[in-house]
């Protein structure tokens, strides 16, 4: 198990760091939505899809 874990340490390591900033991500994705901000920009006029955007 030890011979697996030093020649997979890399591996691991990054796999760890990525797997933070995927959490971080989320976590502030979570929090602007219970702030009621939103990733599109909320320029509707703009938008092709307007007339789907934010349930309009």
């Known amino acids: 198990m030890l011979a697996w874990l030093s ?3 890399g ?3 990054v ?3 990525l797997a933070v900033i ?3 991500i989320i976590i502030s994705a979570v929090k602007n939505k219970k702030k ?3 990733s599109c920009g909320c ?3 703009c938008c092709p899809n307007s007339c789907h955007c ?3």
């Open 36 to 38: 009621g901000k939103s």
């Open 7 to 9: 020649a997979n340490i």
């Open 22 to 24: 995927v959490a971080l």
């Open 54 to 56: 934010h349930g309009h």
């Open 15 to 17: 796999a760890l760091v």
């Open 11 to 13: 591996t691991i390591i």
């Open 43 to 45: 320029n509707c006029k």
